[in-house]
């Protein structure tokens, strides 16, 4: 199969938006997307792929074509895909696979999603709804419970403590604060993490991440089509798994096998490996799920991602920064959107578009979307500099 | 006994449960609240638990009152409840405490209500309806009594208002036997009431009209048993008690000893339990009555006779004797000694005192609804689909390797195979594998007024061991499942701690209470 490229990515600002619809937010994100890539028109768009859980409610059928005819790509084939906040992950795996296949010469993947208008309790409401519903939530857990659970297996499994992750909040706020594009990018201390409330012990407010209104689109492109524009990122590896929905269901309450198994099939396809990869964005909603996702991606090995988060690697300037654009946590979850998200700040880093938060030399990059608490995970392994 | 001619068997106590749930608040309490009052008699009253109420307090009880005697729910041929305050007005909860209990769906279930003397006539029917004339066997049947009786915050009624269930299998074997019962029934309206449609009991307040249409049902209900109750000197006396110092009035009227009412009460220490007062009375009494039998003098059986009547508002009284020996003087001889105690499980006691406000938190008086933005939908049939795995924790085990699925649904977790599933009830033990505590601002809107009412809740992954029992790794097979955690001191339980399932309220919506197990940590298990 042919290659597929990133030619353009784009996205609104995360965050609380209430004179913005999730269609004017998507605008936002197509168009930035559009005018980063050059040399590709809206009109060279031959299929659409976009996430969404359903905008909180507001439009559970036919969002996807709402929102690429508010932007005037009229007529273009558009299907949502819908795998909680894995969405628009997702999206850009199937984007990637029209292109490949050659079905299609531009793709256009993206995610939105708004979240903040609603009382807690309605958004409450929707953030649970990707939980594995009859047993696990009916247990009073919403995904905070869930992964509190996994996070109480992984203090009693390994040498961790819950400073741990207040170190993964901190870092990660460090770097939202250099991201004009972040929900919540200010700067905490490991004072401040340590001593938020709880929400699901030993999960604190600042282990969690926020729940944003935004939107992020990506162009993919064929070779041709690619070597037109200002900047392509190879599609190296792309790797997908699904899980059982609920933690009960499971062989490890310590790993997330889809994650696992996602990133083992993307590095398979690259040709590449854990130590190849110069930056991840890796999926924070919660700091134990960093972690884990250190774990689960091979860049360190299992129990020893406190470790890693000690020594300061993982930072930016460090060794193997994660999370350069914030995350979840301090850039934002606006659920539908946060996968292409990750590969919007992929682009960047990997065109050297990041502004403060560059990585040095970045080359490969690892972006890892998660729904739910595991139940469908995507890696992809980027590739920058390939034409 | 002569097997010549038919022979009338009675079937008699086996095994009695008791269970009163262990928040209390202390008459201190009250007091301290409202600057004077309280109940007459009441030292504390017990406070059902957010998530607990008639339907689960009996399910307590009758657990504990199969396992004192021994039986199993699936061979009880006969299920009678007894509340004033079911969960519903409408809708027979004595179905729903079959299937908690695992008693057979073809089974008789009879419910009784109306009046705090229906857990008297409760058994006193039980007692008729199971009476086999003939040779054949009979099958035990199971009699509970569970009430949470309600006031106005203000009133007379709130101030005493307890909790509690008792439960008694009644089987062939069992020692303690109805052995008359005596009705009384007059007219005296408005001694203990509830309007329709209301959830608060209330009475006028004329004190004296109430003592005496209380005196007089009690005495009433106890002439017409046809035996003196001075004469036959029962060990207890177990009466219905609005508070602790009416039974008492009782006394005289019936000839007996105020210590023999001492030795059937427990009002003191639960509070108005409704329904099921003369019934944890009874346990008490039996209980005591066991454990101190090495102390008594050789050979005597302990409480060889209860009088217990059931008294309700309006005003009728049931009076029952029980006794080990039978009314008929012909065979009167011949059932005496060979009696023994009736095995009794009962957990009487809190253990956990609860401020004023916490336990008005407690039981909703001050605490709003589900809030408005929907919580999780499963359907009402779709939750009546697992109700084997909610009330009975039954897994599966696939036909094709072996290993235990739950729910028992879908593709087996361990081979893969889309295969059938044979029933495998769990014993309910288990190892928590992971955990956390809910936090403010953390539940999902159906269980916000849950925590509004009982505050932060644990949730932990348990692997609920196989049927081999402890640790799963008595036949190398363990389940897991998420529930929620009742009464962990420590908060969030430990990894490695072990729990017991227990039966509870999971959550309301669209007016129907939905019941599953929660677990409670084995080390603060009573």
Not at chain 1, 215 to 239: H, Q, Y
Not at chain 2, 98 to 110: E, F, I, K, Q, W
């Given at each position: 199969?042919?290659?597929?490229?990133?030619?353009?990515?784009?996205?609104?600002?995360?965050?609380?938006?209430?004179?913005?619809?999730?269609?004017?937010?998507?605008?936002?994100?197509?168009?930035?997307?559009?005018?980063?890539?050059?040399?590709?028109?809206?009109?060279?768009?031959?299929?659409?792929?976009?996430?969404?859980?359903?905008?909180?409610?507001?439009?559970?059928?036919?969002?996807?074509?709402?929102?690429?005819?508010?932007?005037?790509?009229?007529?273009?084939?558009?299907?949502?895909?819908?795998?909680?906040?894995?969405?628009?992950?997702?999206?850009?795996?199937?984007?990637?696979?029209?292109?490949?296949?050659?079905?299609?010469?531009?793709?256009?993947?993206?995610?939105?999603?708004?979240?903040?208008?609603?009382?807690?309790?309605?958004?409450?409401?929707?953030?649970?709804?990707?939980?594995?519903?009859?047993w696990e939530r009916l247990t009073g857990t919403t995904f905070a419970g869930v992964y509190a659970q996994m996070a109480s297996a992984y203090l009693d499994a390994?040498?961790?403590?819950?400073?741990?992750?207040?170190?993964?909040?901190?870092?990660?706020?460090?770097?939202?604060?250099?991201?004009?594009?972040?929900?919540?990018?200010?700067?905490?201390?490991?004072?401040?993490?340590?001593?938020?409330?709880?929400?699901?012990?030993?999960?604190?407010?600042?282990?969690?991440?926020?729940?944003?209104?935004?939107?992020?689109?990506?162009?993919?492109?064929?070779?041709?089509?690619?070597?037109?524009?200002?900047?392509?990122?190879?599609?190296?590896?792309?790797?997908?798994?699904?899980?059982?929905?609920?933690?009960?269901?499971?062989?490890?309450?310590?790993?997330?096998?889809?994650?696992?198994?996602?990133?083992?099939?993307?590095?398979?396809?690259?040709?590449?490996?854990?130590?190849?990869?110069?930056?991840?964005?890796?999926?924070?909603?919660?700091?134990?799920?960093?972690?884990?996702?250190?774990?689960?991606?091979?860049?360190?090995?299992?129990?020893?991602?406190?470790?890693?988060?000690?020594?300061?690697?993982?930072?930016?300037?460090?060794?193997?920064?994660?999370?350069?654009?914030?995350?979840?946590?301090?850039?934002?979850?606006?659920?539908?959107?946060?996968?292409?998200?990750?590969?919007?700040?992929?682009?960047?880093?990997?065109?050297?578009?990041?502004?403060?938060?560059?990585?040095?030399?970045?080359?490969?990059?690892?972006?890892?979307?998660?729904?739910?608490?595991?139940g469908a995970a995507v890696v992809h392994v980027l590739e920058g500099g390939a034409l | 006994m002569s097997a010549d001619g038919p022979t009338r068997t009675t079937?008699?106590?086996?095994?009695?449960?008791?269970?009163?749930?262990?928040?209390?608040?202390?008459?201190?309490?009250?007091?301290?609240?409202?600057?004077?009052?309280?109940?007459?008699?009441?030292?504390?009253?017990?406070?059902?638990?957010?998530?607990?109420?008639?339907?689960?307090?009996?399910?307590?009880?009758?657990?504990?009152?199969?396992?004192?005697?021994?039986?199993?729910?699936?061979?009880?041929?006969?299920?009678?409840?007894?509340?004033?305050?079911?969960?519903?007005?409408?809708?027979?909860?004595?179905?729903?405490?079959?299937?908690?209990?695992?008693?057979?769906?073809?089974?008789?279930?009879?419910?009784?209500?109306?009046?705090?003397?229906?857990?008297?006539?409760?058994?006193?029917?039980?007692?008729?309806?199971?009476?086999?004339?003939?040779?054949?066997?009979?099958?035990?049947?199971?009699?509970?009594?569970?009430?949470?009786?309600?006031?106005?915050?203000?009133?007379?009624?709130?101030?005493?208002?307890?909790?509690?269930?008792?439960?008694?299998?009644?089987?062939?074997?069992?020692?303690?036997?109805?052995?008359?019962?005596?009705?009384?029934?007059?007219?005296?309206?408005?001694?203990?009431?509830?309007?329709?449609?209301?959830?608060?009991?209330?009475?006028i307040g004329v004190t004296q009209y109430e003592r005496d249409a209380y005196t007089r049902a009690v005495a009433g209900a106890v002439e017409a048993l046809g035996?003196?109750?001075?004469?036959?000197?029962?060990?207890?006396?177990?009466?219905?008690?609005?508070?602790?110092?009416?039974?008492?009035?009782?006394?005289?009227?019936?000839?007996?000893?105020?210590?023999?009412?001492?030795?059937?009460?427990?009002?003191?220490?639960?509070?108005?339990?409704?329904?099921?007062?003369?019934?944890?009375?009874?346990?008490?009494?039996?209980?005591?009555?066991?454990?101190?039998?090495?102390?008594?003098?050789?050979?005597?059986?302990?409480?060889?006779?209860?009088?217990?009547?059931?008294?309700?508002?309006?005003?009728?009284?049931?009076?029952?004797?029980?006794?080990?020996?039978?009314?008929?003087?012909?065979?009167?001889?011949?059932?005496?000694?060979?009696?023994?105690?009736?095995?009794?499980?009962?957990?009487?006691?809190?253990?956990?005192?609860?401020?004023?406000?916490?336990?008005?938190?407690?039981?909703?008086?001050?605490?709003?609804?589900?809030?408005?933005?929907?919580?999780?939908?499963?359907?009402?049939?779709?939750?009546?689909?697992?109700?084997?795995?909610?009330?009975?924790?039954?897994?599966?085990?696939?036909?094709?390797?072996?290993?235990?699925?739950?729910?028992?649904?879908?593709?087996?977790?361990?081979?893969?195979?889309?295969?059938?599933?044979?029933?495998?009830?769990?014993?309910?033990?288990?190892?928590?594998?992971?955990?956390?505590?809910?936090?403010?601002?953390?539940?999902?809107?159906?269980?916000?007024?849950?925590?509004?009412?009982?505050?932060?809740?644990?949730?932990?992954?348990?692997?609920?061991?196989?049927?081999?029992?402890?640790?799963?790794?008595?036949?190398?097979?363990?389940?897991?499942?998420?529930?929620?955690?009742?009464?962990?001191?420590?908060?969030?339980?430990?990894?490695?701690?072990?729990?017991?399932?227990?039966?509870?309220?999971?959550?309301?919506?669209?007016?129907?209470?939905?019941?599953?197990?929660?677990?409670?940590?084995?080390?603060?298990?009573?």
């Amino acid at each position: 199969m042919r290659d597929a490229y990133i030619v353009g990515a784009g996205q609104s600002k995360y965050g609380a938006f209430p004179d913005e619809s999730y269609r004017s937010l998507f605008a936002t994100a197509f168009e930035e997307a559009l005018g980063s890539a050059g040399g590709v028109e809206a009109a060279d768009i031959d299929e659409a792929v976009v996430g969404s859980l359903g905008v909180g409610g507001r439009q559970l059928g036919l969002s996807g074509p709402a929102v690429t005819e508010h932007v005037g790509l009229h007529g273009v084939p558009c299907s949502r895909i819908e795998n909680a906040c894995a969405a628009s992950g997702y999206a850009v795996r199937q984007a990637v696979q029209a292109v490949k296949s050659g079905m299609a010469d531009v793709a256009l993947a993206g995610g939105y999603e708004v979240m903040t208008d609603m009382s807690g309790d309605v958004a409450k409401y929707w953030l649970g709804v990707s939980g594995e519903t009859e047993w696990e939530r009916l247990t009073g857990t919403t995904f905070a419970g869930v992964y509190a659970q996994m996070a109480s297996a992984y203090l009693d499994a390994y040498d961790a403590s819950p400073d741990h992750f207040s170190k993964v909040a901190v870092k990660n706020h460090a770097n939202g604060a250099k991201n004009p594009k972040a929900h919540l990018g200010f700067e905490c201390s490991l004072d401040d993490a340590r001593s938020a409330p709880v929400v699901a012990d030993p999960l604190n407010l600042y282990h969690c991440c926020p729940t944003s209104d935004g939107a992020a689109a990506v162009l993919v492109a064929s070779e041709d089509v690619a070597s037109a524009c200002d900047d392509a990122v190879r599609v190296a590896g792309v790797g997908a798994a699904s899980e059982r929905v609920g933690l009960f269901q499971r062989d490890s309450y310590t790993a997330v096998e889809s994650s696992e198994r996602a990133a083992a099939a993307a590095y398979e396809m690259a040709g590449l490996g854990p130590d190849d990869v110069d930056f991840a964005e890796v999926h924070d909603c919660f700091a134990i799920a960093e972690l884990l996702a250190y774990e689960d991606l091979g860049l360190c090995e299992r129990g020893h991602a406190p470790k890693l988060v000690d020594s300061g690697a993982t930072e930016l300037g460090g060794e193997l920064p994660v999370n350069p654009s914030g995350g979840l946590k301090s850039k934002g979850h606006p659920i539908g959107a946060t996968g292409a998200g990750q590969v919007v700040e992929a682009y960047k880093q990997l065109a050297g578009r990041a502004g403060d938060r560059q990585v040095a030399g970045a080359n490969v990059g690892l972006t890892h979307n998660v729904g739910g608490s595991g139940g469908a995970a995507v890696v992809h392994v980027l590739e920058g500099g390939a034409l | 006994m002569s097997a010549d001619g038919p022979t009338r068997t009675t079937l008699g106590i086996a095994g009695v449960g008791a269970y009163v749930p262990r928040l209390y608040l202390p008459a201190s309490a009250y007091r301290e609240a409202w600057g004077n009052g309280g109940a007459p008699g009441v030292e504390r009253v017990a406070v059902a638990d957010a998530d607990e109420d008639t339907l689960t307090m009996a399910t307590e009880a009758g657990q504990r009152a199969l396992r004192a005697a021994g039986v199993d729910a699936g061979d009880i041929d006969h299920l009678a409840l007894a509340t004033t305050t079911p969960p519903n007005d409408e809708e027979e909860s004595a179905v729903r405490l079959a299937s908690l209990l695992g008693v057979g769906p073809s089974v008789p279930t009879r419910q009784f209500s109306g009046s705090t003397r229906a857990g008297a006539v409760a058994l006193a029917a039980t007692s008729e309806a199971t009476q086999n004339v003939g040779d054949g066997a009979s099958s035990p049947a199971l009699v509970v009594v569970a009430d949470s009786p309600r006031g106005a915050p203000e009133s007379d009624e709130a101030a005493g208002a307890g909790a509690g269930a008792a439960a008694l299998v009644l089987a062939e074997d069992g020692p303690l036997v109805v052995d008359a019962v005596g009705e009384f029934g007059d007219p005296a309206p408005g001694t203990r009431f509830r309007e329709f449609g209301s959830a608060e009991t209330e009475s006028i307040g004329v004190t004296q009209y109430e003592r005496d249409a209380y005196t007089r049902a009690v005495a009433g209900a106890v002439e017409a048993l046809g035996v003196d109750a001075a004469e036959l000197d029962p060990d207890a006396v177990a009466l219905t008690a609005p508070d602790g110092k009416l039974p008492y009035r009782a006394a005289n009227a019936l000839g007996v000893e105020p210590a023999r009412i001492a030795a059937g009460s427990v009002v003191s220490r639960t509070g108005d339990a409704g329904a099921a007062g003369p019934f944890l009375g009874l346990a008490s009494a039996l209980d005591s009555a066991g454990d101190a039998g090495g102390d008594e003098s050789d050979g005597q059986s302990p409480a060889t006779s209860v009088l217990l009547v059931g008294y309700g508002g309006g005003a009728g009284a049931t009076a029952l004797v029980l006794s080990t020996g039978v009314s008929d003087a012909a065979s009167a001889a011949s059932a005496t000694s060979a009696t023994s105690a009736v095995p009794v499980e009962a957990a009487l006691d809190g253990d956990v005192e609860l401020t004023y406000a916490e336990a008005l938190r407690r039981r909703g008086t001050i605490t709003g609804e589900e809030p408005a933005g929907g919580g999780a939908y499963v359907s009402v049939p779709a939750w009546k689909r697992t109700i084997p795995q909610r009330h009975r924790l039954v897994a599966g085990e696939c036909t094709e390797c072996g290993a235990l699925s739950f729910p028992p649904e879908g593709a087996c977790a361990e081979c893969g195979a889309l295969a059938e599933y044979d029933d495998v009830t769990l014993p309910g033990t288990g190892t928590v594998e992971a955990a956390t505590a809910i936090g403010q601002g953390g539940a999902p809107p159906e269980f916000v007024e849950q925590q509004q009412r009982a505050g932060s809740f644990p949730v932990a992954v348990v692997a609920f061991d196989g049927p081999g029992g402890e640790g799963g790794e008595a036949d190398g097979r363990a389940v897991s499942a998420p529930a929620q955690v009742v009464h962990s001191p420590a908060g969030t339980p430990a990894i490695g701690d072990r729990v017991g399932a227990v039966p509870r309220r999971i959550y309301e919506q669209e007016g129907v209470v939905r019941y599953g197990f929660k677990v409670v940590p084995i080390a603060a298990r009573r």
